[in-house]
């Protein structure tokens, strides 16, 4: 086994002067990823008439869950426009966003090669909101039970986790797969039903980095955004072999 000092990168959070170029240097510049694989999307696909979704939801699921088998992220539910718009059409903004952290951290991978999976499959908030509450928790639990098989299915290395919302739910599984801004970069282990342990790695959802703009906003823009890519930079550092570590980390 290796030592520790030999597959650690120093990163120091208490320096915040240069952020963004140290971030930068963190990127992995390529290594050995697993194999392409779909094999966990039928699972959406069987799923489809239980939750109701259309064709064009079920061909943008697939699309953004199929991808290299070593690493995963999960993000909360489908935007409102992806039961309606294909992704060629209409791209939600979370995913470019999930896009473009994919390409700062590792320059080969992207949203069309990487393993996107909702906790909430079908289940937009357009679509929740518009239920009554009985018909949304039986629905949403139908959905966890789609996220989980597949996850079981997919068994991936490295999992990042980019929701909150399903920190107080009722089901086990949804509630355990939850993180929040504090939560960042943080490592954990999840295990299958295999018995085989993911590594998950705490974050939060994307479009909470994009919502400061001016004055004291630009600040806390800045830092949220850097703590997502340090999300991303921990996952395909794990990846590579390497581990990053230091003050405030």
């Known amino acids: ?3 520790i000092d030999s597959i650690t990168t120093s990163f120091d959070w208490n320096d915040l002067s240069g952020l963004e170029v140290s971030l930068q240097n963190l990127a992995v510049v390529g290594f050995h990823k697993a194999a392409r694989t779909a094999k966990h999307c039928d699972v959406p696909r069987h799923a489809q008439a239980c939750l109701t979704a259309s064709d064009i939801a079920v061909a943008n699921a697939v699309e953004l869950a199929e991808g290299h088998a070593d690493l995963a992220v999960l993000l909360l539910e489908p935007a409102d426009t992806e039961s309606e718009s294909l992704h060629q059409e209409d791209l939600p903004r979370t995913i470019q966003v999930i896009d ?3 390409l700062e951290s590792c320059r080969t991978r992207d949203w069309r090669n990487t393993c996107i999976i909702d906790v909430r ?8 909101m518009s239920e009554i509450v009985e018909i949304r928790e039986r629905q949403d639990n139908l959905a966890y039970t789609t996220t989980r ?4 299915i997919l068994e991936p290395d ?6 909150s919302a399903t920190r107080s739910s009722s089901d086990e ?3 355990s797969l939850s993180s929040s801004i504090g939560e960042f970069g943080n490592l954990s282990l999840y295990q299958l039903e295999s018995g085989r342990k993911v590594i998950t790695i705490g974050s939060f959802h994307p479009m909470h980095a994009m919502r400061y703009a001016a ?3 630009a600040v806390v823009k800045r830092i949220r955004e850097a703590a997502l890519r340090f999300s991303f930079l921990q996952a395909v550092s794990i990846l590579s072999g390497r581990i990053i570590r230091g003050p405030g980390v």
Do not use: D
Not at 121 to 128: A, M
């Open 1 to 3: 086994m290796a030592n």
């Open 121 to 128: 499959p079908f289940r937009s908030n357009k679509r929740r």
């Open 100 to 102: 473009e952290e994919l």
């Open 158 to 163: 490295v999992l990042i986790l980019c929701q």
């Open 149 to 152: 098989r597949m996850l079981n």
């Open 215 to 217: 004055g004291e906003g």
């Open 173 to 175: 599984f949804a509630k």
